[in-house]
C-alpha cells in the first residue's frame, strides 16, 4: 500500500504563486509514475500533469502548461507541483496520485493511489 500527503494549498491572488509538495510512504517501490488532479466545485476531476520517476517523461493538460512544473525528489519520496501565474479559474481541490507503471498518463483510471487532497483558492 502507497500513502499519500499532499501539503501546500491555501488562498493566494491572481498572478500569484505556490508550490504543493506530495509526500510518499509505505510500498513506493516499483511507483514510477505521479500525478497531479484537480476537481474544482461541482465539476469533474481532471487531469493537471504527470511524470515518471526520473522525470525523463512529463506531461502537461493544456489549461496549465507554461505555467505549472512537475518534479519529484525520489531520494525524499516526494512530488512537487509550482504553480505561477494562477488564475481563479486554477482554484480546485488538487490531488496527487500514484501508479505502478512506467507511462506517465492524463488518465485517472490509471492511478492506483490518491491522497486526500489540498484546497488551492485563487482570488480575483
Known amino acids: 500500500q502507497v500513502h499519500l500527503v499532499e501539503s501546500g494549498g491555501g488562498l493566494v491572488q491572481a498572478g500569484g504563486s505556490l508550490r504543493l509538495s506530495c509526500a510518499a510512504s509505505?510500498?513506493?517501490?516499483?511507483?514510477?509514475?505521479m500525478g497531479w488532479f484537480r476537481q474544482a466545485p461541482g465539476k469533474e476531476r481532471d487531469f493537471v500533469a504527470s511524470n515518471n520517476w526520473n522525470n525523463s517523461l512529463t506531461i502537461y493538460s493544456s489549461s496549465v502548461k507554461g505555467r505549472f512544473t512537475i518534479s519529484r525528489d525520489n531520494a525524499k519520496n516526494t512530488l512537487y507541483l509550482k504553480m505561477n501565474s494562477l488564475k481563479p479559474d486554477d482554484t480546485a481541490v488538487y490531488y496527487c496520485?500514484?501508479?505502478?507503471?512506467?507511462?506517465?498518463?492524463?488518465?485517472?483510471?490509471?492511478?492506483?493511489?490518491w491522497g486526500q487532497g489540498t484546497l488551492v483558492t485563487v482570488s480575483s
Open positions: 496520485a500514484a501508479r505502478i507503471g512506467m507511462v506517465a498518463t492524463p488518465d485517472a483510471h490509471e492511478y492506483e493511489y
Open positions: 509505505g510500498a513506493t517501490f516499483g511507483v514510477d509514475v
